[in-house]
C-alpha cells in the first residue's frame, strides 16, 4: 500500500475489518473485549465477569423489612420512660393495690421518693406544702369517691390532695424540655 492509499477515506463497513486484522497482528492495538450482557460461562476470549459489582452498585439497596434508626424523638421517649417507669410503678401499687389502706400514711422509704420525685416539681408545691410538711397519705378523693389519690397532710392539720401526673409532667419539662410537649401529648391523659 501506497501512502496516498492510507490517506484515503474508508467506507464505515470496512472499519471493523481492519481492527480485527491488526488485532491478530498487534494484539496491543485489540479493542478491549466486550462485556457478555446474558448470563453463563465466559467464552475463551473473554475475562470471567467480576466478582464485585460496579462501584455504584456498592452501596446497600434498601430493606423494606429492616425497621428505621430510631428518631431523635423516639430515642428521648425511650429515655424518659426509662426516667420515670421506677416512679411510675410505685405510685400505681400505692394508689392501686391493698399496700395502703385508705387514710393510711406512706412508709418513710416511700414518702421520701414521693416528696423528691414528684412533690418537688409540682406547679404549685409552695401552696400544697404552706407552714410544712408532716406526711404524705393515701385516701379516696374527696369529689371522686372511687378514686384514690395523694395528699399532702401540712404541719397544721390541713391535708390536700395533689396530682402525681401534674408532678411528673413538670418534671419531664424541666428535664426534657425539647422532648415534653409531644412526650406528655403522646402518655399522658388530658386532665
Do not use: N
Amino acid at each position: 500500500m501506497t501512502a496516498a492509499a492510507l490517506s484515503l477515506p474508508l467506507p464505515r463497513a470496512a472499519a471493523p475489518l481492519i481492527l480485527l486484522r491488526a488485532a491478530r497482528f498487534a494484539p496491543w492495538a485489540a479493542p478491549a473485549p466486550r462485556r457478555r450482557l446474558l448470563p453463563g460461562p465466559p467464552t475463551a476470549g473473554e475475562p470471567p465477569p467480576s466478582v464485585l459489582p460496579p462501584a455504584s452498585k456498592l452501596a446497600d439497596p434498601p430493606v423494606l423489612d429492616a425497621p428505621e434508626p430510631p428518631l431523635p424523638f423516639r430515642a428521648a421517649e425511650a429515655e424518659i420512660l426509662r426516667d420515670i417507669e421506677p416512679v411510675v410503678q410505685l405510685i400505681k401499687g400505692i394508689l392501686h393495690s391493698d399496700r395502703y389502706a385508705d387514710g393510711e400514711c406512706l412508709y418513710p422509704k416511700d414518702e421520701d421518693i414521693v416528696v423528691e420525685k414528684l412533690l418537688a416539681f409540682h406547679p404549685r408545691a409552695q401552696d400544697k406544702i404552706g407552714c410544712g410538711l408532716d406526711a404524705i397519705m393515701v385516701d379516696r378523693h374527696p369529689e371522686f369517691r372511687k378514686s384514690r389519690c395523694l395528699f399532702v397532710v401540712r404541719t397544721d392539720g390541713v391535708w390536700i390532695d395533689f396530682s402525681y401526673q401534674k408532678c411528673l409532667r413538670a418534671y419531664i419539662r424541666e428535664k426534657y424540655p425539647s422532648h415534653a410537649e409531644r412526650f406528655i401529648r403522646e402518655h399522658f391523659k388530658r386532665t
